[in-house]
T-cell receptor
């Protein structure tokens, strides 16, 4: 148990659906991250929030919309996704250099 | 070509064997991380190092800054070590957090 939780753990959605992924940490960390892990590809950084402010948007399509209402919670809102967006979405948090990862949400877009 | 390269991509070992996983990087870094990802997705940070060598139990990580190379060693391997091991370089550009650049991972399978 790393202290970073993600819900749901699995999600299947159609291309016209709207869904949200949730990440929560109570480690007192000030930075939170969304990563995408596709099959046979390295982890890709999507977004970084530092003290609730977005400090990195790694050229992510607008169909992915992050939200960080406070330093403990991070959301990833999904709408009109494509089948190629199917992947494992990992949340992480950090205070300093070491990142703590959540278990991920396995997303399948039909 | 990825800025962080790992080898081998897949590794099968017998229980008890000494295992080495290699990581080479081409960017300037402030630190290098070794991560372990178990089936199902959860990732655990094993080491963060910027020089020399670190040891935790049966795991040893080394880094050679001049050669831009790091290795992860597992002594007396066990089936529970079976996982994907990921090398990630923290580039020394990209703001205060720096960017973590990930290798593709090495899938290790330890047979009993």
């Amino acid at each position: 148990e790393t202290g970073v939780t993600q819900t749901p753990r699995h999600l299947v959605m159609g291309m016209t659906n709207k869904k949200s992924l949730k990440c929560e940490q109570h480690l007192g960390h000030n930075a939170m991250y969304w990563y995408k892990q596709s099959a046979k590809k390295p982890l890709e950084l999507m977004f970084v929030y530092n003290f609730k402010e977005q400090t990195e948007n790694n050229s992510v399509p607008s169909r992915f919309s992050p939200e960080c209402p406070n330093s403990s919670h991070l959301f990833l809102h999904l709408h009109t996704l494509q089948p190629e967006d199917s992947a494992l979405y990992l949340c992480a948090s950090s205070h300093g250099s070491l990142q703590y990862f959540g278990p991920g949400t396995r997303l399948t877009v039909l | 070509k990825n800025e962080v390269e790992q080898s081998p991509q897949n590794l099968t070992a017998q229980e008890g064997e000494f295992i080495t996983i290699n990581c080479s990087y081409s960017v300037g870094i402030s630190a290098l991380h070794w991560l372990q990802q178990h089936p199902g997705g959860g990732i655990v940070s094993l080491f963060m190092l910027s020089s020399g060598k670190k040891k935790h139990g049966r795991l040893i990580a080394t880094i050679n800054i001049q050669e831009k190379h790091s290795s992860l060693h597992i002594t007396a391997s066990h089936p529970r070590d079976s996982a994907v091991y990921i090398c990630a370089a923290r580039a020394n550009y990209g703001g205060s957090q720096g960017n973590l650049i990930f290798g593709k991972g090495t899938k290790l399978s330890v047979k009993p």
